[in-house]
C-alpha cells in the first residue's frame, strides 16, 4: 500500500514488536532482545528461540514486523489523507467443540507440557540475559566458541522432559542446565541429564544448599566428622546441618559421609600457604605443615550440576571462611584471607586476585543472615 504520491513512508522495524502473548509463559524479553533490529538480539538469546520455537520463531518475528510497519503506514497514510477508515465487524471464530473426554485429557496434557517447557525456557532465558562473571568460572569451565556445536540428541531430551517440570526451583535447575549448553556446549553429560529427572524440589533445595560448602570444584566440608573414641568405638559429631545427604548420594550427586568411606584432603602449603579454590573466591591461610582436611567428594554429575547452579557471595565466603576456623584441621590457623578473582590473567599466567577481607577468630559474625 502506497500513499498519494506512490511512495512509502520511511519505516522503522522493531524488534519490540514481537509479542509472544498466545503462548504460556513470559518469553517476550527473549524475542525483543536489547536493540530494534533482529540482528541486535542477543546471540544466546536467538539460539534458545530457534531450539525451541524452530521455524515459528523466524517466521513470527518476520510476520510481527511486517504486520507493525504496515500499520504504521497506514497511519501515515490516513493522517495524509491517501486513506479512508470504514468501520466494520469482525467475526470470531468460535473454538472448537471437545467431542470426547479423551480430547479434552490429550488437550489437557499438551497444553501443560507446552506451558512447562515455556517456562523453563524462559528461566534461561533471564540466565542468558544475566550470564555470571568470566571470574567466577574455573579456566577449564570457560564458555566454549561460537563454533562449537550443539547437541541436537541433548535438545530433544532437554525439551522432551522439561514437559514434565512443573515446579519453579526444578524449572531454574532445567533452565540453568539449557543456558549452560547453549554457551558452552558439552558442560552436561547425557547421563547427568538423565540423573535430573528424578530429582524433586526438596533434593534440588538440599543440593543447592551443599553447594555452598565446596571447594576446589569437587569436594564439600565434611560436615560429619569420626573419630575413635578409647574405647575403640566410632563416634560422629555433626560440624553443620545438611538434609537428604543419603538421597543426593543415591542419586549419583555425592559421595555422603559414611564411617566406610572416611575421606580426608592432604593441604600441601605453598611457601608456607595453602590456598582453596571457592567459587569466585580463593581462601589463602598460612601453615607450617599439611592440613589433612576432612572433606566428602562430589561425583561427576554433582560436580557438573554445581558448577552451573551455585551462586557464591561474599557474605556466603566469611560464613564458610568462620565454620573452617572452628574446625579440628584448623586449629592452628589464626585467620583465612578472601580474596576475589578478577578475572584478569598476571604475567605468569595465574589468576589475579583483589583482597577483599580477613577473618580471623575474633572477627564478630554479621547479624544478616548469608546472601
Given amino acids: 500500500m502506497t500513499d498519494k504520491n506512490g511512495k512509502h513512508p520511511d519505516i522503522q522495524l522493531d524488534i519490540n514488536a514481537v509479542k509472544l502473548a498466545d503462548i504460556t509463559g513470559d518469553m517476550t ?64 471464530e468460535a473454538a472448537p467443540s471437545i467431542a470426547t473426554p479423551a480430547q479434552a485429557a490429550r488437550r489437557h496434557l499438551e497444553e501443560t507440557g507446552t506451558e512447562n517447557l515455556i517456562a523453563c525456557a524462559a528461566e534461561a532465558a533471564r540466565i542468558l ?8 568460572r574455573p579456566d577449564e569451565d570457560a564458555p566454549s566458541s561460537q563454533t562449537s556445536r550443539l547437541s541436537e540428541t541433548f535438545v530433544n531430551r532437554w525439551k522432551n522432559e522439561a514437559q514434565f517440570v512443573s515446579e519453579h526451583q526444578l524449572r531454574h535447575l532445567w533452565g ?54 578409647p574405647d575403640g568405638r566410632i563416634q560422629s559429631r555433626t560440624r553443620y546441618p545438611l538434609k537428604r545427604l543419603d538421597v543426593l548420594d543415591d542419586l549419583g550427586f555425592i559421595h555422603a559421609p559414611s564411617t566406610l568411606a572416611i575421606d580426608e584432603r592432604r593441604l600441601v602449603p605453598e611457601n608456607g600457604t595453602i590456598w582453596l579454590d571457592y567459587g569466585p573466591f580463593t581462601f589463602c591461610l598460612k ?35 568462620r565454620l573452617m576456623l572452628a574446625c579440628d584441621e584448623f586449629r592452628e590457623t589464626h585467620a583465612i584471607a578472601i580474596y576475589e578473582k578478577t578475572g584478569k590473567k598476571q604475567p605468569d599466567g595465574r589468576q589475579e586476585l583483589a583482597l577483599k577481607t580477613v577473618i580471623d577468630r575474633e572477627t564478630p559474625a554479621g547479624d544478616e543472615p548469608p546472601a
Fill in 287 to 321: 601453615s607450617g605443615k599439611d592440613i589433612l582436611l576432612s572433606m566428602n567428594l562430589l561425583k561427576p554429575a554433582g560436580s557438573e550440576i554445581c558448577r552451573i547452579i551455585r551462586q557464591i557471595s561474599l557474605k556466603k565466603a566469611e560464613r564458610l571462611a
Fill in 176 to 229: 540453568a542446565i539449557l543456558a549452560r549448553e547453549i554457551t558452552a556446549p558439552g558442560s552436561v553429560s547425557l547421563k547427568t541429564l538423565e540423573r535430573l529427572k528424578v530429582v524433586s524440589r526438596e533434593d534440588a533445595e538440599a543440593f543447592t544448599t551443599l553447594c555452598d560448602y565446596v571447594l576446589d570444584n569437587d569436594c564439600y566440608l565434611a560436615p560429619t566428622v569420626f573419630a575413635l573414641s
Fill in 29 to 92: 524479553p527473549i524475542a525483543e532482545g536489547a536493540g530494534k533490529t533482529l540482528g541486535a538480539v542477543p546471540t544466546f538469546l536467538h539460539r534458545l528461540c530457534l531450539l525451541i520455537f524452530g521455524d515459528w520463531y523466524t517466521d513470527r518475528i518476520c510476520r510481527d514486523m511486517k504486520k507493525r510497519a504496515q500499520a504504521e503506514h497506514d497511519c501515515e497514510a490516513i493522517r495524509q489523507g491517501a486513506l479512508t477508515l470504514f468501520s466494520g465487524q469482525n467475526a470470531t
Fill in 129 to 136: 540475559e544475566n550470564p555470571p562473571s568470566p571470574a567466577s
